[in-house]
């Protein structure tokens, strides 16, 4: 990721939500090897560009950020997640992870843009293009324990091992949570490694209080409200209370509980 990027995410992350709700999209292309529709979108500060000007602009890459726009108008459907609400659940899982403190998921909004709404997360450039979570669980494996916490959660139906990215900084970036908090899909992950291992105590002390706030309807059942269904903010509700109750991370059938494809 460029340095300015990284400065506007450290110092201020509202300023970067701000940045990708509100600076019109200069230049758009298709993300390779996608399932659904995917785009990388350049966004720069109106200031410096006029999306009404149809003579054409030399875009300042200075005051440009890019991003990645997954419209509702590109989700291949589902069997089991309703029709144009990937997006949405894009979004959900980016606020319950700023509840929550982990894992880092880039800062995501839900906007209009060229192929109607979608979601729009901070692109995060990649140290390494190669690297998943095969090629660095051997020497960052407790790294990966709050998405493996927060993937049982949010019922996670498609954590690969591509869906990390490690930045020139060495930070873990966790992405791609479109299918998540629908019961009615299987639970799928690459990381069976934590298997009936004990949650980290300051995982369940987090879920302890994000569960009271949901059960007395406070702030963050609100922002929720639109994004996920309450059947589906009751259903993590329960889940919440089973991981209390449990302290362990579930026991995974390979036979079931693996995504396609792996990475």
């Known amino acids: 990721m460029q340095e ?44 410096k560009f006029d999306p009404d000007d149809e003579a054409g602009q030399e875009v300042d890459e200075a005051s440009s950020i890019y991003g990645i726009y997954k419209p509702a108008a590109g989700e291949r459907p589902l069997k089991d997640f309703p029709h144009g609400t990937l997006h949405l659940r894009e979004l959900a899982s980016y606020k319950l992870s ?28 990649a140290a390494d293009a190669e690297d998943n979570f095969f090629s660095l669980r051997d020497e960052r494996l407790n790294d990966f324990k709050g998405m493996a916490t927060f993937d049982v959660l949010t019922h996670n139906a498609d954590r690969k091992g591509g869906s990390c990215i490690v930045d020139d900084d060495g930070k873990l970036w966790s992405i791609d949570h479109g ?19 004990e949650y980290p105590v300051e995982h369940l002390n987090a879920i302890a209080g994000l569960q009271k706030d949901l059960l007395d309807k406070r702030d ?17 509700v329960t889940r919440a209370a089973e991981m209390l109750d449990s302290k362990n991370y579930p026991v995974l059938d390979p036979d079931i509980n693996v995504p396609w494809p792996m990475v």
Do not use: K
Request: aromatic residues 12%; glycine residues 10%; proline residues 7%.
């Open 179 to 197: 299918l998540t908090f629908n019961q009615t899909a299987h639970r799928r992950t690459v990381m069976f490694e934590f298997n009936g291992t």
């Open 4 to 47: 300015r990027e990284m400065d506007a995410l450290a110092f201020d992350e509202n300023e970067v939500i701000d940045q990708l709700q509100s600076w019109p999209v200069s230049g758009i292309g298709l993300h390779p090897g996608g399932s659904n529709y995917v785009f990388v979108a350049r966004l720069t500060d109106p200031e």
């Open 98 to 125: 700023q509840r929550l403190g982990w894992p880092a998921i880039p800062p995501t909004v839900v906007r209009e843009g060229p192929h109607g709404e979608g979601s729009f997360q901070l692109f995060i450039d």
């Open 220 to 236: 963050f059942w609100g922002e929720l409200q639109g994004l996920i269904t309450q059947p589906e903010i009751d259903d993590l």
